[in-house]
């Protein structure tokens, strides 16, 4: 088939585009940097079309229109991970949460979800006509094979990454073409707890190692501390500017890894200009879905796996949850799970758990007695590995409860070691 000229036959403006779904559709749509705003913008603009839509994505950089009150019964999102953009939708019963492993996502969306539409944001088709799905592309496949339609903004501003990260024109039922700049993640803010943590958590690693972050002040500051390390590698659900800034340092060679050799691995990328200007046409960076990214029996293959994740409270029993504060869904479980199962099977692997001692301005202490009162387990104590606080790392694998807690209070904070075992005490 002549591509161009199907590309060509197939291209529409953002009002046919959408006027041409249906009233009803399930649609999914990229995200993080490859969120594609124009298709989005237009679905909330011509909202009368749409009755009982829904939508489903999940990392919102900016804000998030399609999650207005005013989209009610026009269209309903669902999500994996809570954020900014979504949570008061989710409080107030206008959205949904659903609970699903991040590398179970591709197998929701193909036998539970079941999509009739996809909206995606692609690079400029090669000389192939195969177009790159840039900066995520973690369960864009699944979704693409089993929708109806498949709506691309075909954006020149998208950078073309490798990986099994493509699409062919061929596949695209609508073609609109708007060049506009991608959401950039700006750089965090990181104090003196957030360096204290980056540098137990460097404590833990070794030359050669693999590592899994995520991304905030405490992953960036962790990366700040690896400067003096040889031949890391990546493989993670996600990188941002830290980790292409220690690849030119020579830090990231991923040279070591047992699979992928060579290659930062990832599924999504968000973060600023100068990353998406890095990985565009870069072969030492490849994209891949959150199916094999994420899948734990994969990412084990690599030795000494280092996962480095963050929580909001952590029990003195070692249970974590990442994503409730009590029974509010803040965020989601996220790649969490998966890599610390997956660093656990890892030969030499380690399972990190970052986080600050206290919160709401040192009047809460993050490690807890109990768990908050309706709070979801988000890591178990039977596969929890490290924690880490600005007070150093407790190891609590093969620990009985006693020294679990033990471990745990000596790395709270002094304002309240002395609560917490006094509270143990009188628990057991």
Same mark, same amino acid.
């Given at each position: 088939?002549?591509?161009?000229?199907?590309?060509?036959?197939?291209?529409?403006?953002?009002?046919?585009?959408?006027?041409?779904?249906?009233?009803?559709?399930?649609?999914?749509?990229?995200?993080?940097?490859?969120?594609?705003?124009?298709?989005?913008?237009?679905?909330?603009?011509?909202?009368?079309?749409?009755?009982?839509?829904?939508?489903?994505?999940?990392?919102?950089?900016?804000?998030?229109?399609?999650?207005?009150?005013?989209?009610?019964?026009?269209?309903?999102?669902?999500?994996?991970?809570?954020?900014?953009?979504?949570?008061?939708?989710?409080?107030?019963?206008?959205?949904?949460?659903?609970?699903?492993?991040?590398?179970?996502?591709?197998?929701?969306?193909?036998?539970?979800?079941?999509?009739?539409?996809?909206?995606? =944001?692609?690079?400029?088709?090669?000389?192939?006509?195969?177009?790159?799905?840039?900066?995520?592309?973690?369960?864009?496949?699944?979704?693409?094979?089993?929708?109806?339609?498949?709506?691309?903004?075909?954006?020149?501003?998208?950078?073309?990454?490798?990986?099994?990260?493509?699409?062919?024109?061929?596949?695209?039922?609508? *073609?609109?073409?708007?060049?506009?700049?991608?959401?950039?993640?700006?750089?965090?803010?990181?104090?003196?707890?957030?360096?204290? *943590?980056?540098?137990?958590?460097?404590?833990?690693?070794?030359?050669?190692?693999?590592?899994?972050?995520? *991304?905030?002040?405490?992953?960036?500051?962790?990366?700040?501390?690896?400067?003096?390390?040889?031949?890391?590698?990546?493989?993670?659900?996600?990188?941002?500017?830290?980790?292409?800034?220690?690849?030119?340092?020579?830090?990231?060679?991923?040279?070591?890894?047992?699979?992928?050799?060579?290659?930062?691995?990832?599924?999504?990328?968000?973060?600023?200009?100068?990353?998406?200007?890095?990985? $565009?046409?870069?072969?030492?960076?490849?994209?891949?879905?959150?199916?094999?990214?994420?899948?734990?029996?994969?990412?084990?293959?690599?030795?000494?796996?280092?996962?480095?994740?963050?929580?909001i409270q952590v029990d003195l029993t070692g249970q974590v949850t990442a994503e409730t504060i009590g029974t509010a869904q803040f965020s989601g479980a996220g790649g969490q799970v998966d890599f610390v199962r997956g660093a656990n099977l890892s030969q030499g692997g380690k399972a990190v758990i970052a986080i600050p001692s206290t919160a709401s301005h040192g009047r809460i202490s993050r490690i807890a007695p109990?768990?908050?009162?309706?709070?979801?387990?988000?890591?178990?104590?039977?596969?929890?590995?490290?924690?880490?606080?600005?007070?150093?790392?407790?190891?609590?694998?093969?620990?009985?409860? $006693?020294?679990?807690?033990?471990?745990?209070?000596?790395?709270?904070?002094?304002?309240?070691?002395?609560?917490?075992?006094? =509270?143990?005490?009188?628990?057991?």
């Amino acid at each position: 088939m002549d591509w161009e000229k199907y590309y060509e036959t197939h291209k529409m403006s953002l009002r046919d585009a959408i006027l041409s779904l249906p009233s009803d559709a399930v649609m999914t749509a990229g995200h993080a940097g490859s969120e594609p705003r124009a298709l989005l913008q237009a679905v909330c603009d011509y909202k009368e079309h749409f009755k009982g839509a829904r939508l489903f994505s999940i990392v919102l950089m900016e804000e998030a229109p399609y999650c207005a009150p005013c989209m009610e019964g026009h269209l309903r999102y669902v999500t994996m991970f809570n954020s900014a953009g979504s949570r008061n939708a989710v409080k107030e019963n206008r959205a949904d949460f659903v609970p699903v492993y991040y590398s179970e996502v591709p197998s929701y969306i193909k036998n539970y979800y079941k999509p009739n539409v996809v909206l995606i =944001q692609v690079s400029k088709p090669d000389i192939h006509g195969y177009c790159s799905m840039g900066c995520c592309c973690d369960f864009q496949r699944a979704a693409i094979d089993s929708a109806d339609f498949v709506l691309a903004q075909v954006n020149e501003n998208q950078p073309y990454v490798m990986g099994d990260n493509f699409v062919h024109v061929t596949e695209i039922t609508h *073609i609109v073409e708007e060049n506009r700049p991608l959401p950039v993640l700006g750089a965090a803010k990181i104090g003196d707890v957030e360096r204290a *943590i980056g540098k137990n958590c460097a404590a833990l690693i070794n030359d050669g190692d693999t590592l899994q972050l995520g *991304i905030g002040a405490i992953p960036d500051a962790v990366l700040l501390s690896l400067k003096d390390k040889k031949d890391l590698g990546i493989h993670s659900e996600m990188f941002s500017d830290g980790v292409a800034e220690l690849i030119d340092a020579g830090v990231v060679t991923n040279r070591r890894k047992n699979i992928d050799t060579g290659m930062s691995v990832a599924t999504f990328l968000m973060g600023s200009q100068k990353l998406y200007s890095y990985i $565009n046409n870069n072969p030492s960076v490849a994209m891949h879905p959150v199916d094999y990214t994420n899948n734990p029996l994969i990412a084990c293959k690599n030795d000494n796996l280092i996962a480095i994740n963050s929580c909001i409270q952590v029990d003195l029993t070692g249970q974590v949850t990442a994503e409730t504060i009590g029974t509010a869904q803040f965020s989601g479980a996220g790649g969490q799970v998966d890599f610390v199962r997956g660093a656990n099977l890892s030969q030499g692997g380690k399972a990190v758990i970052a986080i600050p001692s206290t919160a709401s301005h040192g009047r809460i202490s993050r490690i807890a007695p109990v768990m908050d009162l309706g709070s979801a387990v988000t890591t178990s104590r039977y596969e929890v590995d490290y924690i880490v606080t600005e007070y150093g790392a407790a190891s609590l694998k093969g620990r009985t409860l $006693n020294e679990r807690a033990e471990a745990l209070i000596a790395i709270a904070h002094p304002d309240f070691r002395e609560s917490l075992r006094q =509270q143990w005490l009188k628990r057991f």
